[in-house]
């Protein structure tokens, strides 16, 4: 009869858990060891951090500011489709809108990625073909995350042999809630060791969706956000956009402040993606001033910081039709999808 | 006239803010101003001086300056209108205008909240969004008071003192304006005022409110001047309680003047507040607090978190989120809408500033500035940090009044609290940690008027206002407030 003495001691016949990047290499050694690292994370205030965030959305921006806001704001959406009655027909038109927003005007940058699910992935790859816009794919039983581990895994290679660039993960939020924080860990590991390819072209980009509507505190943002990059996630992202509150200003504030001291405290960058309720370009332009101000220019760019939206990129572009011919048009001036 | 200084650009980022100025053509400037006496703007005798925007130091307007025979012809016109009209009239009608006044100040808001910037130098951001909707919300409060006095829990039938004269400073003129005006009236006191020489622009103009509400004549008069109208002030014969928000140098002087006369006096001074951050705090927020209680107003604030208390343990970390946080402050055209940090207020506030960072540098503490570049014009300073101070430093102890920060660590809440509370001062001081009873503990201990827990700077009608020790006696806002205009109510 063997008597466990050391609580830390990892189980016989299970293989290493990948570790997170230095200094916090042993963080994960043990539930217990990982649950007192996330919860000895700096807290959050709400009301200060909503309070701060109502500062930052306060900023006037006008004209050369605001055509440069509304440009780079239009080149990191993520134009999803995510609906039950997706068709590759719809799919085809949404890259058609993806690689000319507005039809009428060379000058309008590219949106950044194609947001799509993984069995259509393939089709928004084909359409998208030689544009340099990248192909996202929701995976892992979004948007709930209810499945087995299993079924989650085969759900990314599918999508990633389908050819997409990137992956929209969603983490098991009962688990965190239940403040199984190892198992959580272990998946976003497993999911980014999914989104490797058999040939050895670079691996899909892994995008961590938090769903923050359902972590509902500041505190439990922070910690999720500090999982997920631990874990090797490329991008934090808020929301599946199917729970309200979605994206809100504190939250990605409090998701910029994470992403901010991490790369202080490991060298590594990673990316953030507000998702869901951007629907305006006020909107849009406050998410950019916060980013700006929070984290600091180094994410200004489609590389690290990314909207996923479907209705913002038409308000982004009547706005910006209005800073060209100084009036506004009207819905008929864009198209529709 | 529409000299703006530019809005120096963050130089490292990609996103350059637009200038967005704030209008100033909806004020009206008048090229010179007479003194509010009697419900008529009439000339004084003194000589005028001028008023500049301390941003750009073009001139504003010719303010006229209120002799002695000035301030006794104000006084006179109060003490008639305490007879006649403001003391025997229905408190519930005192309160109908009480009311007015804060909702033309709502309506008006814009116009105070321009002139505010260009007389005082601070950034409309702050006047627009702090400034004039809590003094709408002063009058508000008071209006609401004015018929329940009896109410109040300062014994039966409280009654009006009489004559209140009341000087204020220039950090805040129209919201000291209304700590001062708001609780006199309701109380049913009549109002001598004298605002600050170097911002007397928006009493001036709550004088024209006080006319568009249809205020009885005598109720408020304002008088313009220095240092000697001010005095003349204090010292009438016929005032009879003196209310003053200033320096603790010409409170002592004021407290002398008023001793063995039958006046009554509350004085709101200076202060050297510690904001404490302990180990635990929301370091984000607790960030944000530090720059709020410093840097609001270019720390021309009397309860100014000036003293940052960091646990040692952590001083680090917070240096470098503090100074990282400060490079993204924004400096310039107060009138500007993105602009954080303003003008200082005069050229002798400015030198006052320089010459205390100097003395800071000399004794041995570390001066750290952004890289911020600073418009040729006006009267600036940059946000400033000393680090290695030390208690017996003299920048850990004057009070600087501007945006100048010193930093102490301490190792125990015991020495934190002995820290803190090693002050000649003790208006205001900041608790930040998440641990409820650590809060309660603590702030228990520390002499100041108000604590702010996780909080800073933050304002309210209802909750009283003052300091211990050389920060001053007496309250302002809340039900403690009305305390210092009644009698029979001590």
Not at chain 1, 41 to 47: A, C, E, I, S, W
Not at chain 1, 201 to 210: C, D, F, G, M
Not at chain 2, 60 to 87: N, P
Not at chain 2, 368 to 392: H, I, K, M, N, Y
Request: charged share 20%; proline share 7%.
């Amino acid at each position: 009869m063997t008597h466990v003495l050391d609580p830390d001691a990892p189980a016989a016949g299970i293989a290493p858990r990948r570790q997170p990047p230095a200094p916090y290499g042993d963080v994960t050694r043990s539930d217990a060891a990982f649950r007192a690292f996330l919860h000895g994370l700096p807290g959050v205030d709400q009301v200060g951090a909503e309070a701060r965030a109502a500062v930052l959305a306060s900023r006037s921006i006008k004209t050369t500011a605001k055509a440069w806001a509304i440009d780079t704001a239009i080149s990191m959406i993520d134009l999803t489709t995510l609906e039950g009655a997706d068709t590759p027909g719809r799919v085809r038109s949404l890259a058609a809108k993806a690689r000319r927003p507005d039809p009428t005007d060379p000058t309008c940058p590219p949106v950044a990625a194609v947001c799509v699910y993984g069995d259509l992935a393939g089709v928004a790859k084909e359409a998208l073909a030689g544009t340099g816009i990248a192909v996202a794919a929701v995976a892992t039983a979004f948007p709930s995350g209810r499945a087995s581990r299993a079924v989650k895994l085969a759900d990314v290679r599918d999508a990633v042999a389908n050819g997409a660039d990137e992956i929209d993960m969603v983490i098991d939020r009962g688990a965190f809630l239940a403040g199984r924080y190892l198992d959580v860990f272990d998946e976003v590991v497993a999911v980014k060791e999914a989104c490797s390819r058999p040939d050895g072209a670079a691996p899909a980009h892994l995008k961590v969706i938090l769903e923050t509507g359902e972590l509902v505190t500041l505190d439990n943002v922070r910690r999720a956000s500090w999982l997920a990059m631990l874990a090797g996630g490329d991008f934090i992202k808020t929301s599946t956009g199917k729970i309200s509150p979605a994206a809100t200003l504190p939250v990605c504030l409090v998701m910029m402040e994470a992403v901010r001291d991490f790369r202080a405290a490991t060298g590594r960058q990673v990316g953030v993606k507000p998702a869901g309720g951007i629907r305006t370009t006020k909107d849009a332009i406050r998410h950019l001033v916060l980013v700006n101000e929070v984290a600091g220019p180094d994410w200004l760019t489609p590389d690290w910081f990314r909207i996923g939206a479907s209705s913002l990129l038409n308000d982004l572009l009547l706005q910006r039709q209005k800073l060209h011919t100084g009036h506004y048009s009207g819905p008929d001036h864009v198209s529709v999808d | 006239m529409t000299d703006t200084p530019p809005s120096p650009a963050q130089p490292t980022s990609p996103f350059q803010y637009a200038p967005a100025p704030e209008s100033r053509s909806i004020v009206d400037l008048a090229p010179s101003h007479g003194l509010f006496v009697d419900g008529e703007f009439v000339d004084a005798t003194g000589t005028p001086f001028k008023t500049v925007n301390p941003a750009t130091e073009e001139v504003l307007s010719e303010i006229a300056c209120a002799s002695d025979a000035d301030v006794d012809r104000a006084v006179k016109a109060a003490r008639r209108a305490f007879t006649r009209t403001w003391g025997p009239m229905r408190p519930a009608d005192r309160g109908k205008y009480l009311f007015r006044i804060a909702r033309l100040l709502q309506e008006r808001a814009r116009e105070f909240a321009v002139l505010e910037s260009l007389d005082n130098g601070k950034p409309i951001r702050e006047s627009r969004d702090v400034d004039v909707p809590l003094a709408a919300a002063h009058f508000f409060y008071h209006a609401g008071w004015a018929d329940k006095l009896d109410w109040a829990g300062l014994g039966p039938g409280p009654r009006p003192l009489g004559v209140a004269g009341q000087v204020i400073p220039w950090n805040f003129p129209l919201l000291m304006l209304a700590w001062k005006v708001a609780p006199a009236l309701a109380t049913g006191n009549t109002v001598v005022l004298k605002p600050a020489e170097t911002t007397p622009l928006t009493a001036l103009l709550f004088a024209e409110v006080c006319r568009q509400a249809d205020l009885p004549p005598g109720v408020v008069n304002i008088v313009t001047g220095a240092g000697d109208t001010g005095r003349a002030v204090v010292e009438h014969a016929d005032v009879d309680k003196v209310a003053f928000t200033g320096s603790t140098e010409v409170g002592r002087s004021i407290a002398r003047a008023v001793a063995g006369t039958a006046k009554r006096l509350t004085l709101e001074l200076g202060g050297k507040a510690a904001n404490i951050v302990f180990d635990d705090a929301p370091i984000d927020q607790a960030v944000e607090g530090i720059v709020q209680g410093i840097f609001f107003n270019q720390g021309h604030v009397c309860c100014a978190g000036s003293r940052l208390l960091v646990q040692e343990n952590v001083h680090d970390e917070v240096i470098a989120s503090l100074q990282r946080r400060i490079g993204t402050l924004r400096l310039g055209d107060p009138l500007d809408k993105n602009t954080d940090i303003g003008a200082i207020n005069s050229a002798e506030q400015l030198a006052r500033i320089r010459e205390l960072s100097d003395i800071g540098e000399a004794e041995g503490a570390h001066r750290w500035q952004p890289a911020c570049e600073l418009p040729d014009r006006g009267f600036w300073f940059p946000p400033t940090v000393f680090t290695e101070v030390s208690p017996a430093h003299r920048i850990a102890r004057d009070e600087v009044f501007g945006p100048v920060l010193s930093v102490l660590t301490f190792r125990t809440p015991d020495e934190a609290v002995a820290k803190a509370n090693n002050s000649t001062y003790g208006l205001s001081a900041g608790v930040w940690t998440e641990k409820g009873s650590r809060i309660l503990a603590v702030t228990d201990r520390l002499r100041a008027g108000v604590v702010w827990a996780n909080a800073f700077n933050q304002f309210d009608p209802t909750s009283p206002f003052g300091g211990y020790k050389q920060s001053g006696y007496g309250r302002e806002g809340g039900r403690q407030g009305l305390a210092a205009y009644l009698e029979g109510a001590q």
